[in-house]
């Protein structure tokens, strides 16, 4: 027989043998029962996560596309019982393909890809800080682990031990994670859905790549970031490295998020979103008590947002923030409002927790008018507005507002009251006075009779010394005025925009002895500097500005005033003192016309005031 007869037939016997083998590869592979590993699959992975796992079953394939093939359908992983009752996690499928290669003859499980098909998760935080995710493969005693391997002995005591298992590449599509943060009342409840993840090159001792998308708040995938992990099995730890991730505001549907936040349902909203942000974390450690390090920078530039509530919008938004593992440090906000500039600074701290801040902000030249949507209001404010302030607090809850404290000044140049002459309507108010603005229009001056038909006020620049307390903003000791008065008291600010304001307004000298000379009733409400002296309360809420006159007092100032004058006169002409002997001051007291008020009053005066003081307590 020739050499090449004989090499044919070792060739055709070779590819016989191949053929055969493969066939008998698949024969194996479509006969083995990979769920008599199940008992000791379960088992191993309950003590390893230390919670309840399940599986409906797997199946060993083979196909061109994808090699030997491994199939997980319907797996679950419990959920913590001291969090809630169900499932942490739910996977429609998992699809791994194995190197049998490996495994026969190395006795290794090599899988060059693991698919994940839909999973979903849950991470839940309680109001003590603590998550479910903490106790996910903690460690428990040996007693216990004993407990658990023994309760299933018998179910995998003629099972053979695992292989190793090693893992190239992971891809999970279509996921869903279910955030529930409980320290918030109503619970905050955020969904990340269509998650897709993407590792390769996974290693137990070097880094490696990962991608991940989602979508939030949004129709479309609008979360991307980038990064790599590195696992320390000793401490059950893995670390993220050179993390990068950027979003478009403009991508998120602002109506979504009282869905997450239901506390935001009667909260200040914005209508309108812009912006990039960017998040770069150098380093982050997470293991089985949390969160251990973090290291990171967030920033948001070319930043706009647009507010029902105001007049224009916010833009030129820029910021820069710092994260650490306890500490969130805003380093600088700039933003442009109202036709100024708005600068702030802050930190939190604990944010995971105690969620302590404090910020410090500085607004220069923010027009009010721009500012404050003013729309149909009856009065509307002008001006040039300036605010250094400083804050702290706890919680970002609407509720937690309470607890707001601060301190600063708000200036006001070019300050005006369009719509409405605050002298003329306080003046209005005085209704014991018959008559009172008749008189006024008739026996007043011109130039005074004209500042009463004037229709705006034009204030002098104020300077306000705030404070917040239980997140209400007080000026203890306001003043307001304007060429022709002035206003002295307490101011109380709201969030919500309603203000009252309590006090002394007084009609500077010039135009209260114009006033009294018209109006003579007017004479008894000047003070001791010859002012006339109203006692006044504004209120506004839902831009009505109300101006109250306590007309209690103006009315028992007027009678107390007439009466003592008549009983002057009726006990001087008794005692036969003549009336061009004497002359009576606004307030009634009876004065020699070369002594003092308080050195010279009569005998007569003296009785008066002390029995009109006894009736009406003055």
Same mark, same amino acid.
């Given at each position: ?9 070792? +060739? ?47 199946? +060993? ?9 491994? @199939? ?21 499928? %998992? ?75 992971? %891809? ?31 290693? /137990? ?9 989602? *979508? ?30 950027a979003t478009d505001l403009s991508e998120f549907l602002l109506e979504k998020i009282p869905e997450v936040f239901p506390n935001a349902k ?112 009856? %009065? ?10 400083? /804050? ?8 937690? +507002? ?11 140049? @070019? ?16 209704? %014991? ?82 006033? *009294? ?49 008549? +009983? ?42 002390? /029995? ?7």
């Amino acid at each position: 027989m020739s050499k090449l007869k004989i090499f044919k037939n070792v +060739l055709i016997s070779f590819f016989v043998l191949v053929f055969l083998l493969i066939i008998a590869l698949f024969i194996f592979v479509k006969t083995f029962d990979v769920n008599r590993f199940k008992p000791r699959i379960l088992s191993e992975a309950k003590v390893a996560l230390n919670r309840d796992v399940d599986f409906e079953n797997a199946v +060993l394939d083979i196909s061109l596309a994808n090699g030997f093939v491994l @199939k997980v359908n319907e797996l679950s992983i419990g959920e913590d019982p001291a969090f809630q009752k169900g499932d942490f996690l739910n996977v429609r499928g %998992v699809l791994l393909s194995v190197d049998v290669l490996k495994y026969l003859f190395k006795k290794k499980f090599l899988i060059p890809r693991i698919f994940v098909d839909t999973p979903t998760v849950t991470i839940i935080r309680r109001k003590d800080g603590s998550l479910n995710v903490n106790s996910l493969g903690s460690k428990v005693s040996q007693d216990e682990k004993k407990e658990a391997q023994e309760e299933e002995k018998k179910a995998v005591s003629a099972t053979p031990a695992l292989p190793p298992l090693l893992i190239s590449s992971f %891809v999970l599509s279509r996921g869903q994670v279910t955030y529930l943060d409980r320290s918030f009342e109503p619970e905050l409840k955020l969904v990340i859905s269509d998650v897709s993840v993407k590792v390769d090159n996974i290693s /137990l001792t070097e880094p490696f790549p990962f991608v991940a998308e989602g *979508v939030v708040l949004s129709t479309k995938k609008n979360i991307k970031i980038k990064g790599k992990v590195s696992l320390d099995m000793k401490t059950d730890t893995a670390t993220v490295t050179e993390l990068k991730g950027a979003t478009d505001l403009s991508e998120f549907l602002l109506e979504k998020i009282p869905e997450v936040f239901p506390n935001a349902k009667n909260a200040t909203m914005p209508t309108q979103l812009k912006g990039l942000a960017d998040v770069k974390i150098e380093k982050m450690t997470v293991g089985p008590g949390g969160l251990s390090e973090l290291m990171g920078d967030v920033s948001l530039k070319d930043g706009f947002a647009e507010f029902k509530e105001l007049a224009s919008p916010i833009k030129d938004v820029r910021l820069d923030i710092k994260m650490t593992q306890s500490e969130i440090v805003l380093e600088d906000a700039l933003l442009g409002l109202a036709g100024g500039t708005v600068n702030a600074a802050g930190i939190i701290k604990d944010y995971l927790k105690e969620q302590n801040f404090t910020v410090s902000i500085n607004a220069e030249n923010l027009k009010a008018q721009e500012l404050l949507k003013q729309g149909e209001a009856p %009065v509307k404010v002008e001006g040039d507005i300036s605010v250094g302030m400083k /804050l702290a607090g706890q919680g970002f809850d609407p509720k937690a +507002l309470s607890s707001l404290t601060g301190e600063g000044t708000i200036s006001v140049k @070019k300050a005006k009251l369009k719509n409405i002459n605050v002298l003329k309507t306080v003046l209005d108010k005085i209704s %014991v006075i018959p008559g009172l603005s008749e008189k006024m229009e008739t026996n007043l001056p011109t130039k005074y009779r004209e500042k009463l038909t004037e229709t705006d006020t034009a204030l002098s620049d104020i300077e306000l010394p705030v404070t917040i307390k239980q997140g209400v903003m007080v000026v203890p000791e306001a003043v307001l005025g304007s060429s022709e008065f002035l206003f002295k008291g307490s101011v109380e600010v709201g969030f919500d925009g309603a203000f009252s304001c309590e006090g002394s307004f007084l009609i500077f000298e010039e135009f209260s002895s114009a006033f *009294v000379a018209g109006v003579p009733e007017l004479k008894y409400l000047l003070n001791e500097n010859r002012e006339i002296y109203i006692p006044l309360k504004i209120l506004k809420s839902a831009g009505e500005m109300k101006f109250i006159v306590d007309a209690e007092y103006i009315g028992k100032k007027l009678v107390v005033n007439q009466v003592k004058t008549q +009983l002057i006169r009726v006990i001087d002409k008794a005692i036969g003192v003549k009336e061009t002997d004497t002359q009576t001051s606004a307030q009634g007291s009876r004065v020699l016309p070369t002594q003092t008020n308080e050195e010279n009053k009569s005998g007569a005066a003296e009785i008066v005031e002390s /029995l009109l003081g006894t009736i009406f307590k003055k």
